[in-house]
């Protein structure tokens, strides 16, 4: 999936962690109640085990990276089943918790990639809106350009472009940069939509690992309690600027 099914919505995550160099970025995601999908990448979750049970208590979404963050459709199927299969394992040992999900680096998947994460019970998850992040410094991509591509999101949003289906972007927990940039741009994120949500959320997957231990709030209930700002609570798919424009008898129950 690349489209959050919900208007004006955000289905939110993060590659590549977990990153423990500093607690800053899972300190103010708490601070803004804010849920996310973390798509972990084996190796690192052995690096930072504290990390990934931090977002388990959290309350955020574990998914699959991979192992060794490589582009999936040039391994066999054994290294594919053992990339996806290895890291569902040491999420396991570490928080108790196998992943039911999974997103391929660099969105490198085919048919056959995808039915080897399917037998595992993965569904394959992927984006709609990149940041560009992991590339700054990298072929002429600059601060700017991530800016830039963030921008362009809030404008689409703005503009209306997901009025009838939301979106999912593509961020990473890769360094202090991304993680620093996330933390910059999430006020523009939380007032161009109405929503940001986790992956299952977006999805009213209220289990979203095989163990049954640990549930999430689906989509309705997660959004009652984790308002972005005034207006997110209506329940029109327009922006809130044009329920103000209404005369008064019908929109003032919207406007509180
Ligand atoms: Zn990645």
Same mark, same amino acid.
């Given at each position: 999936?690349?489209?959050?099914?919900?208007?004006?919505?955000?289905?939110?995550?993060?590659?590549?962690?977990?990153?423990?160099?500093?607690?800053?970025?899972?300190?103010?995601?708490?601070?803004?109640?804010?849920?996310?999908?973390? =798509?972990?990448?084996?190796?690192?979750?052995?690096?930072?085990?504290?990390?990934?049970?931090?977002?388990?208590?959290?309350?955020?979404?574990?998914?699959?990276?991979?192992?060794?963050?490589?582009?999936?459709?040039?391994?066999?199927?054994?290294?594919?089943?053992?990339? $996806?299969?290895?890291?569902?394992?040491?999420?396991?040992?570490?928080?108790?918790?196998?992943?039911?999900?999974?997103?391929?680096?660099?969105?490198?998947?085919?048919?056959?990639?995808?039915?080897?994460?399917?037998?595992?019970?993965?569904?394959?998850?992927?984006?709609?809106?990149?940041?560009?992040?992991?590339?700054?410094?990298?072929?002429?991509?600059?601060?700017?350009?991530?800016?830039?591509?963030?921008?362009?999101?809030?404008?689409?949003?703005?503009?209306?472009? =997901?009025?009838?289906?939301?979106?999912?972007?593509?961020?990473?927990? $890769?360094?202090?940069?991304?993680?620093?940039?996330?933390?910059?741009?999430?006020?523009?994120?939380?007032?161009?939509?109405?929503?940001?949500?986790?992956?299952?959320?977006?999805?009213?997957?209220?289990?979203?690992?095989?163990?049954?231990?640990?549930?999430?709030?689906? =989509?309705?209930?997660?959004?009652?309690?984790?308002? $972005?700002?005034?207006?997110?609570?209506?329940?029109?798919?327009?922006?809130?600027?044009?329920?103000?424009?209404?005369?008064?008898?019908?929109?003032?129950?919207? $406007?509180?």
């Amino acid at each position: 999936m690349a489209w959050a099914p919900e208007p004006r919505t955000l289905g939110y995550g993060f590659d590549d962690g977990p990153n423990c160099s500093h607690n800053a970025f899972y300190d103010y995601l708490s601070q803004k109640n804010q849920a996310t999908t973390m =798509f972990y990448i084996g190796s690192n979750v052995i690096d930072w085990p504290e990390e990934a049970q931090r977002a388990v208590s959290d309350g955020h979404e574990i998914c699959v990276h991979t192992w060794s963050h490589r582009y999936m459709t040039a391994f066999t199927n054994e290294q594919v089943f053992a990339e $996806l299969w290895y890291t569902m394992q040491i999420i396991k040992l570490v928080t108790g918790l196998t992943p039911t999900c999974w997103r391929p680096p660099l969105g490198d998947v085919d048919d056959r990639v995808r039915f080897i994460a399917a037998q595992l019970n993965l569904e394959t998850i992927l984006w709609r809106y990149n940041s560009n992040d992991w590339e700054n410094g990298i072929g002429g991509v600059t601060n700017a350009t991530v800016e830039a591509n963030y921008a362009a999101l809030v404008q689409a949003a703005n503009n209306g472009t =997901f009025n009838t289906r939301g979106a999912i972007i593509l961020a990473h927990e $890769l360094n202090n940069y991304t993680m620093s940039t996330a933390i910059e741009n999430y006020p523009r994120l939380a007032a161009a939509f109405d929503y940001i949500v986790p992956m299952c959320v977006a999805q009213n997957k209220t289990y979203p690992y095989v163990e049954t231990s640990v549930t999430m709030p689906t =989509f309705s209930q997660y959004i009652a309690t984790h308002k $972005l700002h005034a207006g997110a609570d209506t329940d029109s798919n327009e922006p809130p600027n044009k329920a103000n424009a209404g005369n008064d008898d019908n929109t003032s129950s919207q $406007l509180q």
